[in-house]
């Protein structure tokens, strides 16, 4: 994976090509199961449109390729990755998300499976073990060394919320009381480095961990150092049994390309990469926009409605739940509708400010949970300044449509109540907004999941029994 | 920056050091303007305090105590950055938001500033330069030679969503017709390499890009080797004017450390590097999340109450103005509610379901959107896929509401209004959760700008006029 073959000059031309697989997989659709036993077509022009995407996606990289997989609908997938060069097959399968793997897998045979898998680093193989079948799984692992099925059955151990689950094992150690020069000579022996290999580990005879020797430093060190001299000591290092978010959030902190994970010894066992704490970083942004709107975080773009309708269930019947509640507080005042129908124009106006403004608030609360702790007294202070904030809102904005009430339906108490509604909902949307995340992630919940579902539950809720209960008070 | 001192294992000790600081920061604040002119105190139990809480900050690494910083309210923040090792200011500067960025500045004389900045690399210096007084950017230009001058220039000449605001001018190059022998001996005349040095560029004598050689390449190379004919020649390269997303999606991609950046004559000008790029996957998903939610990505949490409401006023008033739409709605059936007053508590659950499940389908689409473009078949084939769940989601859901607004009302009539008028809403919903911000997307704007206020106003105002238009017609 070293030279990607594409040239970022050429970024638009993979948007073409993307595009041009497009819409050769859709002509080629037609001729699906021809194509499924072999790799020509009778009909020239077909077969020459088939060659040209074979070509095409033998000159991809195999992130690119996993690209593509993506955005295709699942019958196009599976012709497309029929097409794709096996010998990618499991870079592929490594790249792309889970439901497209499992799609993916579907279309392979045993023997395909195998060839795709079997000369695969043990992290990789552990990350693909859960989704492939067993007796492929037994069968691969039964080529491999004890050591590296220990690190197979290592790596699975751990959830996929663990740097276990992300750790990687092509570790390159040295001793500390050598030289520069020994290092060097130590290096040129391997037909290759891992990748990323910006740091070589320190040990000592029984593994553990003493320092690291960066490569940056080792390039301009006098080779008669001895190596203890010119190590740094203070490294930031990890066990398996530490949260993923976590570590990815120390690699952007520090800046970091690799780092040793050692186990509770300080046993050197592993290494974490920076390519693997991008997509941690990447997939945990997502997460909480997805999970606030109260979707899970795996639905395929192109899933089965079926699949999709399962996907969005549970949120949409809470959903239901709530809006029926704000619908039987409203029904507590149906005859204060009935005396003034003005009522039942204005309500929803109090409750969508409140819905949008508490959105805001969390979203803020959401964002800042995620990148950091917040303490009791900061959450006090936070709670102080949204309800400013919503107190401003609230009188300026209030004041605005309490003014439109009143040239509506030429009634200051209306207007008034509109002030005082509006007012009271943004500053229960503030405190909620404040409290649901923060009282969440206390109680080790995730603060970002359905969070913009439930405030909307309660500001809508609590918007209409202030307003038809202000109302009742003061204008009956 | 390259040894952090702290300890992951000790990851809780930060967590402890963070909240440490906090309380000592509140407890100290009595004595901010006795602080500010010296850093002891006559009282001895709060100079011990202050003296705990300076050890704690010059023993934590520059990232960390910008993340302090960030979590203090505005008075704290001062009083710990004029704590803080004054050796680390720029680093500091560097590493905090621009919210928080503004308000260290200003506590900070000239002679500080000019300290703080004076050593930094032109990239790092230009990063800060919008923000600093110009007369200090001038007095620290001054000092410089007039290449770093120009680098300082160039960069500054870039937009922020461009490479060359973020590219960086630390380069190690080489001709390609010498030996690894002759570059090994090259780089150990180098006091130091940049860091995140993992390839050296490999150029002619224009400067013009040839290649690049990994380092892992030129360390398990024999000595006699010819660069050329080991460098890697398809390599991926930027330049200055793109756009600085998709170089950090390429980065994510192809797994790059580093990556040259050169311009239209495919001469070297500077590189991009990873640490970076993770900063801009970063904000990219929280921006994207934010601006759903019709909020600025610059908040800082603690701004002052009149800030926060400045950010936050454009969209609360779309708000309104689309909830003030959807008022006029449900007036114009106003004969048909004091006819009916159960319409007015149902109408609210019609128009709720609507916005969750928009919000749902215009999430998952701003989410694909983000990492790849969307053909027009490809929206189609969405489209008719959401419409898909929406009418198995309307159907169902829409005869669960059905049956109990029945058995609430005992009107046969209201029930299947009901139904047909979730199905609908949820319907338009999937339409627009697509149509929105596949459209603000080839129309060139950010597709999530907003957009959760948007659907949720469509959904409203329709929610509301399907389900009282309906019984208007059907029921009077």
Redesign the interface.
């Given at each position: 994976?070293?030279?990607?073959?594409?040239?970022?000059?050429d970024?638009e031309q993979l948007?073409a090509d993307?595009?041009h697989i497009?819409k050769l997989a859709?002509h080629l659709l037609e001729h699906y199961s021809e194509i499924s036993e072999q790799l020509t077509l009778p009909e020239l022009h077909a077969n020459a449109k088939l060659q040209m995407l074979i070509g095409i996606l033998h000159e991809l990289?195999p992130?690119?390729v996993a690209?593509v997989l993506?955005?295709l609908?699942p019958k196009e997938r599976v012709l497309v990755w029929k097409l794709a060069s096996p010998e990618e097959d499991g870079d592929v399968l490594l790249e792309v998300s889970d439901s497209v793997r499992e799609s993916l897998i579907e279309a392979m045979d045993k023997s395909e499976l195998v060839a795709a898998v079997e000369d695969m680093e043990a992290d990789d193989l552990a990350d693909l073990a859960d989704d492939l079948p067993t007796h492929v799984v037994d069968e691969v692992l039964q080529t491999r060394d004890e050591e590296e099925r220990a690190q197979v059955q290592a790596a699975m151990s751990y959830e996929d919320s663990q740097v276990g689950a992300v750790m990687n094992f092509e570790i390159v150690s040295i001793r500390g009381d050598v030289t520069c020069e020994v290092v060097?000579r130590y290096?040129?022996?391997?037909?290759?480095?891992?990748?990323?290999?910006?740091k070589i580990f320190v040990v000592d005879d029984n593994d553990i961990l003493q320092g690291v020797l960066?490569?940056?430093?080792l390039?301009?060190?006098d080779p008669e150092e001895i190596v203890e001299n010119i190590m740094?000591k203070?490294?930031?290092?990890?066990?398996p049994e530490?949260d993923v978010e976590?570590?990815a959030a120390?690699?952007?902190?520090?800046?970091l390309?690799t780092?040793p994970v050692v186990d509770e010894n300080k046993k050197l066992i592993a290494r974490l990469t920076?390519?693997e704490?991008?997509?941690v970083?990447?997939e945990e942004?997502?997460a909480?926009?997805?999970s606030?709107?109260?979707?899970d975080e795996d639905?395929d773009?192109?899933?089965p409605?079926?699949d999709?309708?399962k996907n969005?269930w549970v949120?949409?019947?809470v959903?239901?739940v709530?809006?029926?509640v704000?619908?039987?507080v409203?029904?507590v005042f149906?005859g204060a509708?009935?005396q003034i129908?003005?009522l039942?124009?204005?309500m929803?106006?109090v409750?969508?400010?409140g819905?949008?403004?508490g959105?805001?608030t969390i979203?803020?609360i959401?964002?800042?949970l995620a990148?950091?702790?917040?303490?009791n007294?900061?959450a006090f202070?936070?709670l102080k300044?949204e309800l400013?904030?919503a107190l401003?809102?609230g009188l300026i904005?209030g004041s605005?449509?309490g003014l439109?009430s009143f040239a509506?339906y030429h009634n200051v108490g209306i207007g008034l109540v509109m002030v005082a509604a509006m007012t009271l909902n943004l500053l229960l949307a503030a405190f909620l907004g404040v409290m649901i995340p923060v009282c969440l992630e206390k109680w080790g919940k995730d603060p970002a999941r359905g969070s913009?579902?439930l405030i909307?539950a309660f500001t809508?809720s609590g918007g209409?029994l202030i307003f038809l209960g202000l109302a009742t008070i003061f204008l009956l």
């Open positions: 994976m070293e030279n990607p073959i594409h040239d970022h000059s970024s948007a993307i595009e497009h859709a990289h992130a690119d690209a993506e955005s609908p060097l290096l040129r022996r391997f037909d290759s480095l891992p990748d990323h290999t910006d960066p490569i940056r430093k390039l301009v060190a740094a203070d490294v930031v290092k990890f066990r530490d976590e570590a120390a690699f952007e902190r520090y800046d390309v780092a920076v390519d704490m991008v997509d970083i990447r942004s997502e909480d926009m997805l606030m709107a109260g979707l639905e773009l192109f899933a409605v079926w999709s309708v969005r949120w949409l019947a959903n239901l709530t809006a029926f704000s619908s039987r409203i029904g149906e509708i009935a129908v003005a039942a124009t204005l929803p106006i409750a969508g400010i819905g949008n403004s959105n805001q979203t803020m959401v964002r800042s990148s950091s702790q917040i303490s007294a900061q202070r936070l300044k400013g904030v401003v809102n904005w605005v449509m439109v509506l913009s579902v909307t809508d209409f």
